[in-house]
């Protein structure tokens, strides 16, 4: 077996955290090859319960689990680690403003980014679960400045994986017969998931479909209403699905994406598509080699190119709003 591969994961012992834990530990991230050790990271209150689940992981015996670290300071947990998954994050509660929000945490992914860019191994790869997604990353690898800004994203995996799931049930095609799919912008009610490029068994998915109604009052909704749904039916928010896209997510970024398919990532704008430069917005991206690129060339019809602009003046709003509180 390899050297094993350390892999960071913040808010631990929370419920995704319950999910995500045991699927990298058994070797869903990197294969039965590569062994990986888990550095997890919670704050103080939430240690005792945290230990709990490494009881638990101790109790699978995994064959490519090397070691377990657990600890409320970012400096030790973060050191030398390859992958950072940074999924804590602080809940809006009640009467929180948005502003009250990000200023919140602002007070977690800002001292998460400079730990980072002190300590973790130089290939340091960063993604961004908990919520607001997009700015939180942005707020972290802002306050990395040694590492480059392609190592941070946020995850719209899940939004992603959801936009399959409801094309494959609409056209009754497989999951594994969509290709091309697209969520564009901000991981909120305001994301694009683009059917004008996805396509079924090949032929473009609008076309397909042909009913524009259903693409805008249906389809839309649906995919960018889904976490709401599921916690009016769960009682709790999607933790397994939001666990399993993170997984998705960065062994995308690990292994490549396949020819002829592309993958959702909020990932640093480069002015494409005339996203905000600088703004961490999500694209269709194709990995090689540990390396994202956006897809370039892609036609926007009007309805596209509206609906993109509204989710972008979202996340230019929320990185003046950081920017306003110091934090980037
Ligand atoms: P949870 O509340 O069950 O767990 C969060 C954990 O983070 C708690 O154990 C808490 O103690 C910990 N935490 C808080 N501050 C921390 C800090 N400074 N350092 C380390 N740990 C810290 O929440 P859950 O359900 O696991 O969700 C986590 C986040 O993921 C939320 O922000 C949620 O909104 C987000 N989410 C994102 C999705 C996406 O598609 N991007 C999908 C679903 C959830």
Redesign the pocket.
């Known amino acids: 077996m390899s050297t094993p591969v350390k892999v960071a994961v913040?808010?631990?012992?929370?419920?995704?955290?319950y999910s995500l834990l045991f699927r990298i530990a058994s070797g869903s991230l990197f294969g039965p090859d590569t062994p990986v050790e888990l550095r997890l990271?919670?704050?103080t209150?939430?240690l005792k319960?945290l230990e709990g689940v490494v009881m638990e992981l101790d109790d699978c015996a995994f064959p490519t689990l090397a070691g377990v670290q657990i600890g409320?300071d970012?400096a030790t947990v973060f050191d030398g680690v390859n992958f950072a998954l940074l999924?804590?994050?602080?809940?809006r509660g009640p009467g929180m403003e948005r502003g009250d929000l990000l200023e919140a945490n602002g007070g977690?992914f800002a001292p998460?980014g400079k730990a980072l860019n002190d300590v973790a191994a130089d290939d340091i790869r960063v993604v961004v679960?908990?919520?607001p997604?997009n700015t939180n990353a942005l707020i972290a690898q802002s306050n990395a400045p040694d590492i480059p800004a392609s190592r941070f994203s946020?995850?719209?995996?899940?939004?992603h994986n959801r936009a399959i799931s409801q094309l494959a049930a609409k056209t009754g095609a497989a999951v594994t017969d969509i290709k091309k799919m697209t969520i564009w912008g901000n991981?909120s009610a305001t994301q694009y998931p683009d059917l004008f490029h996805a396509e079924v068994k090949g032929q473009i998915a609008a076309d397909l479909i042909n009913d524009q109604d259903w693409l805008e009052n249906t389809y839309i909704p649906t995919v960018a209403k889904r976490?709401a749904a599921i916690i009016d039916a769960r009682g709790?928010?999607?933790?397994a699905s939001?666990a399993s896209?993170t997984i998705d997510h960065a062994r995308t970024w690990a292994q490549g994406t396949p020819d002829g398919d592309w993958v959702s990532m909020a990932v640093k704008s480069d002015g494409s598509y005339g996203v905000a430069e600088g703004l961490i917005s999500s694209f269709p991206v194709t990995v090689k080699d540990g390396e994202w690129q956006i897809v370039q060339g892609l036609e926007l019809n009007d309805f596209s190119r509206a609906k993109i602009d509204a989710s972008v003046a979202e996340l230019a709003e929320e990185r003046d709003a950081v920017k306003g509180l110091g934090l980037i």
């Open positions: 913040t808010g631990a012992a929370g419920q995704i955290g990271l919670e704050i209150p939430a319960s409320d970012p999924v804590g994050a602080r809940p977690i998460q679960t908990g919520n997604a946020a995850l719209t995996r899940l939004d991981h976490g709790a928010s999607s933790a939001a896209a």
